[in-house]
T-cell receptor, first 117, second 114 residues
Framework: QKEVEQDPGPLSVPEGAIVSLNCTYS??????FMWYRQYSRKGPELLMY????GNKEDGRFTAQVDKSSKYISLFIRDSQPSDSATYLC?????????????????FGKGTLLTVNP | NAGVTQTPKFRILKIGQSMTLQCAQD?????MYWYRQDPGMGLKLIYY???????DKGEVPNGYNVSRSTTEDFPLRLELAAPSQTSVYFC?????????????FGSGTRLTVV
């Protein structure tokens, strides 16, 4: 079983739709959960960061973590064409020999989202 | 503030050639990383560094080498390029202890080995 599973899509929605993006994971050591957005031919950029189970909201974006089910979600409300990008989930576990002072990120494969005007 | 700068943006190599991908950051981050991204395969960690003079292997280090002589620079060396190294390479950096800020990525180097 892979550490992080993410449906690659592609996902195509009309403007204004609610988008749900999801990842599952198998490593119960993961403590921090992130969502990155990657526009075409660009590097990933951090969108949301959460720690522990629950919801976190930032404007039109809501990140949700369910540690008991090992399942995280990103919801986008009132989606816009400018939201068209690849969304990668990422989770952290300790770097080997780092003493736990930093956390290696394990990424999902990314979901390609297109929001049509 | 430039963030993470990668050069070159594009490169075509012939099999067996060597090259160095450059990465520089101006945020005084101690931690730096090299990832490769293949279509449908996500980001794979090649090497990382926790400070000047300290490097370690990631998931897919074979065929690559790194050095970290300064805090700012973290070059990735490809020796004897192979078609399997055709990929997009991303350099990233982070604060040592503040995971909430995540990683700052460069814009990538698109490498083709023919």
């Amino acid at each position: 079983q892979k550490e992080v599973e993410q449906d690659p899509g592609p996902l195509s929605v009309p403007e204004g739709a609610i988008v749900s993006l999801n990842c599952t994971y198998s490593n119960s050591a993961f403590q921090y959960f992130m969502w990155y957005r990657q526009y075409s031919r660009k590097g990933p950029e951090l969108l949301m960061y959460t720690y522990s189970s629950g919801n976190k909201e930032d404007g039109r974006f809501t990140a949700q973590v369910d540690k008991s089910s090992k399942y995280i979600s990103l919801f986008i409300r009132d989606s816009q064409p400018s939201d068209s990008a690849t969304y990668l989930c990422a989770m952290s576990a300790g770097l080997a020999n780092s003493g736990g002072s930093n956390y290696k990120l394990t990424f999902g494969k990314g979901t390609l989202l297109t929001v049509n005007p | 503030n430039a963030g993470v700068t990668q050069t070159p943006k594009f490169r075509i190599l012939k099999i067996g050639q060597s090259m160095t991908l450059q990465c520089a950051q101006d945020m005084n981050h101690n931690y730096m990383y090299w990832y490769r991204q293949d279509p449908g395969m996500g980001l794979k960690l090649i090497y990382y560094s926790v400070g000047a003079g300290i490097t370690d292997k990631g998931e897919v280090p074979n065929g690559y080498n790194v050095s970290r002589s300064t805090t700012e620079d973290f070059p990735l060396r490809l020796e004897l390029a192979a078609p399997s190294q055709t990929s997009v390479y991303f350099c990233a950096s982070s604060y040592e202890r503040v995971i909430g800020y995540g990683y700052t990525f460069g814009s990538g180097t698109r490498l083709t080995v023919v």
